[in-house]
C-alpha cells in the first residue's frame, strides 16, 4: 500500500512535535526578552521623561502584540499532541507534569493575560504609574511562564522526587526536588538569557537598518545602541550558563556530550573536534578537523582529563541520531560566538565614537537579526536529539511513550498542521516584517492609539470624549 512507504507512527509523531514546538518557540524566546525590553523603555520615560523613549516604546509594543498573538496560538497544538501522539507518555507523566503545567497557568498565563489589556490599550487611559506596574508585571509573567517549562523539561533531562507505581506512573514524592532539578538552574538561566539575545538581535538589526537608511534618526539609533549594550553584556554570560550546562551534562548524560562532541573512543587527553562527519554505521567521526588537547580543557578544564566515548554505551542507549546532536550543537555555538564579537567590536567602536558611523558594521548587525533564533532552536534541537532515545531520561524511552494510533492518522494531522502554520504564521511573520520596515519615529503611533473593534449586532457603549483621555505624553513646561 501507499502508506507503507512512510516512516512508522513514532517517526512521524517525533517529527510533528520537533516541527511544532519548534516553530512555537521562536516566539516566546522573541516575547521573553522584549516584555522585559518594553518594561526598560517605559521606565527609562517615566525616569527621564524623554518623548523619544515612549516613541520606542509604542513602536515596539505592536511588535510585542502581533508576536504574542502568534505565541499563544502555536502553543495550543502542543497541549493537543500531548492527548493524540503520546498518550502513553502523558498517562505515565501526568501526576508529576501535570500539576507544573497547571502552576504555569495560574501563576503565569493569568497574570500575562490579566495585565496584558492594560499594557497593550491603558497607556493614557489609566496612570502612568499603573501602566508601567501592568508592563512589569507582563514582562515578570514571561520569565515565570518560562520557569515552569524549563522545570518540566528539566525533570524529564533530570529526573527526582518521585516513585514509580506498579501501573508504571510516576508519582510525585518531593515537590522541591521536582521541581529543582539538577538540570534546571543552569537551563533556566542558559535559555532566558538566550532569549534576552535574541531580542537584542532583533532590535539591533532593525535600528541598523533605519540608521543605514537615515543616520539622523535618534529613535533608530537609541535602539540600536541598546542592543549593542545588551549583546556586550549577555553574550559573554550565555557563554558561561552554557559552559556550567555543559559541566553538568557530563557527568549526567555523558552519551549527549560525546555525541555533541563526536568521540567514539574515550580519550585522555580528548581533542576539540571542530568539525567532521559522524557515521552511526562505522562508529566514528570521518574528515576530523580538531584541535589537540582542547576538548579536555573545556569539558574537564584539564589538559588531560577524560571524555568518554560513545562506545563506552549500549547502543540502545546513544542518541538515536548522533550527526543531527553533533552539526546542531555547532550551530549553536557558532552562533554564539558571532553574537560575542557582535558585542565586542560594539563596545570598541563605541569606545572610538564610531558606533553609528560605520556601515560595515550596521550591516554585519543586520545580518546578525536572526541569530538568536537560530542559536535558540539549534540549541533545543541538541537538547532534546541528545536525549533520545528517552522521554524521561533512562526511564521511559520514547517508543514506549506514543499513543497507539496508525501512521496515516499522524502524516494527515501533521500535513495540515504544517499547511496551516505556513500561512497563518506566514502571514504574521510577513505583517512583522512590516512593522520592521516602518522607521521609529516622533510621535509614534501605538497599539492603544487604534479604535475598539465593535461586534456587529452589540450596542456600542457611548463614545469617550477625546478631551476626557488623558495624553500619556509629557506636557511641554509653560
Known amino acids: 500500500m501507499l502508506w507503507d512507504a512512510f516512516p512508522d507512527a513514532l517517526h512521524l509523531a517525533r517529527f510533528q512535535s520537533a516541527f511544532t514546538v519548534t516553530f512555537h518557540f521562536l516566539f516566546p524566546a522573541f516575547t521573553i526578552g522584549l516584555a522585559s525590553y518594553l518594561a526598560v523603555l517605559e521606565g527609562l520615560w517615566l525616569w527621564t521623561g524623554r518623548a523619544k523613549y515612549l516613541d520606542l ?13 502568534m505565541g499563544v496560538v502555536s502553543g495550543l497544538v502542543l497541549s493537543y499532541q500531548f492527548g493524540t501522539n503520546w498518550a502513553a507518555w502523558s498517562d505515565k507523566v501526568g501526576p508529576v507534569l501535570g500539576p507544573i503545567m497547571a502552576y504555569e497557568v495560574l501563576t503565569a498565563f493569568f497574570l500575562e493575560a490579566g495585565f496584558l489589556g492594560v499594557m497593550l490599550f491603558g497607556l493614557g487611559r489609566v496612570g502612568k504609574g499603573l501602566h508601567f506596574f501592568a508592563t512589569c508585571l507582563v514582562a515578570v ?27 508504571g506512573r510516576f508519582m510525585p514524592e518531593d515537590w522541591w526536588a521536582i521541581v529543582f532539578n539538577p538540570s534546571f538552574p543552569f537551563r533556566y538561566l542558559h535559555t532566558i538569557t538566550g532569549a534576552f539575545l535574541t531580542t537584542a538581535m532583533i532590535v539591533g538589526a532593525v535600528g541598523a537598518w533605519h540608521v543605514l537608511q537615515d543616520r539622523s534618526n535618534e529613535r533608530a539609533r537609541t535602539m540600536f545602541s541598546m542592543a ?74 584539564s589538559l588531560d582529563g577524560e571524555i568518554k566515548g560513545l562506545k563506552d554505551f549500549p547502543k540502545d542507549a546513544r542518541p538515536t541520531n548522533v550527526p543531527l546532536v553533533f552539526w546542531s550543537f555547532r550551530i549553536m555555538v557558532g552562533m554564539g560566538v558571532l553574537m560575542i564579537a557582535l558585542g565586542f567590536v560594539s563596545l570598541w567602536l563605541r569606545w572610538r565614537g564610531r558606533l553609528y558611523d560605520s556601515p560595515w558594521f550596521q550591516r554585519w548587525a ?4 536572526p541569530a538568536g533564533l537560530i542559536a535558540v532552536t539549534f540549541g533545543w534541537i541538541t537538547t532534546e536529539a541528545g536525549r533520545q532515545p528517552f522521554t524521561v531520561y533512562g526511564l521511559l524511552r520514547t517508543a514506549d511513550s506514543v499513543s ?30 512590516r512593522l520592521f520596515r516602518h522607521p521609529p519615529e516622533a510621535e509614534e503611533s501605538g ?13 456600542p457603549a457611548p463614545a469617550v470624549d477625546p478631551d476626557r483621555v488623558h495624553d500619556a505624553r509629557p506636557q511641554p513646561a509653560e
Open 404 to 433: 497507539p494510533v496508525a501512521a496515516p492518522a499522524v502524516l494527515t494531522s501533521l500535513v495540515l498542521f504544517m499547511t496551516v502554520y505556513f500561512i497563518v504564521f506566514g502571514a504574521g511573520i510577513w505583517y512583522l516584517f
Open 141 to 167: 509573567g514571561t520569565l515565570i511562564s518560562g520557569f515552569w517549562i524549563l522545570s518540566a523539561n528539566s525533570w524529564m533531562q533530570t529526573p527526582q522526587g518521585f516513585s514509580i507505581a506498579p501501573d
Open 366 to 369: 543586520v545580518a546578525m537579526g
Open 447 to 459: 497599539v492603544e492609539s487604534e479604535p475598539p473593534i465593535r461586534t456587529a449586532g452589540i450596542t
Open 57 to 69: 516604546f509604542r513602536y515596539w509594543l505592536k511588535v510585542f502584540a502581533v508576536n504574542f498573538a
Open 228 to 301: 549593542m549594550w545588551m549583546a556586550a553584556a549577555v553574550a559573554p554570560a550565555q557563554a558561561m550558563f552554557g559552559d556550567a550546562q555543559g559541566l553538568w551534562a557530563l557527568e549526567k548524560q555523558s552519551q549527549k556530550v560525546a555525541a555533541m562532541e563526536g568521540h567514539w573512543e574515550t580519550q585522555a587527553p580528548a581533542p576539540l573536534i571542530l568539525f567532521g562527519i559522524p557515521d552511526m554505521a562505522r562508529e566514528e567521526t570521518k574528515l576530523k578537523v580538531e584541535i589537540p588537547y582542547l576538548g579536555s580543557l573545556i569539558l574537564r578544564h
